[in-house]
């Protein structure tokens, strides 16, 4: 007599694996065509690269030569921080407050490296070089792949064409400005603050992100005159605390009324 096969005997099929699972490698499915990865990474390092002249004029019209201008691209590479650094500096601001206010907002790029060191999982003796590439551009493609090798040609290709072509605006822009003499009469020393916000913009999609950005707004012109130039700029990062903390009496205001 035959043995009776049990449904638990049935082998079940395979599911493919998640390619959107953190750490997928290679090959998953889903995954896109390194192609694609790279024509994307490209298109954000080339768009943001280009402004690297705003910041070489900006620099220069501030008053750093263009040895210390190349310089803070080369070893600090964090756009935002840069464009505080030269604008408090313009804005006839301490250097040391200058220096606060833009160490502040490149500490965003650490809890960055936080995501993509678990997302890329690179070998160690990279990980030194490559933390000098993690900036919102990288973090952005790499984290928009669905698979490791994506993320990783994501980061690679970002990071190299953006400081490759950054460092390489800056120059001309620090140069132009020495030879054209003063950036004021030209108006390029709205250059910098207008890159700035084209940048900003775009990550601004949410109302509550809205409504930091007014927060911190308010905040930085309010105190604008009564303040020394730079000190504005890191009051104005407690729009944060302060929308958060809002949001949080609303939520238990809701949660109050629903209970009653």
Request: proline share 5%.
């Amino acid at each position: 007599m035959a043995e009776r096969t049990s449904r638990a005997d049935i082998p079940s099929p395979v599911a493919p694996p998640d390619a959107s699972v953190e750490g997928t490698d290679a090959g998953a499915v889903g995954d896109r065509p390194d192609s694609a990865v790279v024509r994307d990474a490209l298109g954000v390092g080339i768009a943001v690269g280009l402004s690297g002249f705003a910041f070489g004029v900006t620099s220069a019209g501030s008053g750093l030569t263009v040895l210390q201008t190349c310089a803070l691209s080369l070893l600090v590479f964090t756009g935002a921080s840069q464009f505080a650094l030269v604008g408090a500096l313009a804005g006839g601001g301490n250097p040391f407050t200058a220096a606060a206010g833009a160490f502040f907002l490149g500490v965003r790029n650490a809890f960055y490296g936080l995501r993509l060191s678990q997302l890329l999982a690179l070998p160690r003796a990279v990980r030194p070089f490559a933390a000098h590439w993690v900036i919102d551009e990288t973090t952005a493609v790499s984290l928009a792949q669905r698979g490791r090798r994506g993320a990783r040609i994501g980061f690679t290709v970002t990071g190299l064409s953006l400081y490759v072509l950054w460092n390489l605006t800056t120059l001309l822009g620090a140069v132009g400005a020495e030879a054209i003499g003063d950036t004021d009469a030209w108006g390029l020393d709205a250059a910098g603050p207008a890159v700035f916000l084209a940048l900003l913009a775009p990550m601004v999609r949410t109302a509550r992100e809205r409504a930091v950005a007014a927060v911190a707004v308010l905040l930085g012109l309010g105190l604008l005159p009564v303040l020394p130039a730079g000190v504005p700029v890191l009051v104005a990062g407690l729009a944060v605390p302060i929308v958060l903390y809002g949001a949080g009496l609303r939520a238990q205001r809701t949660t109050r009324g629903n209970d009653r």
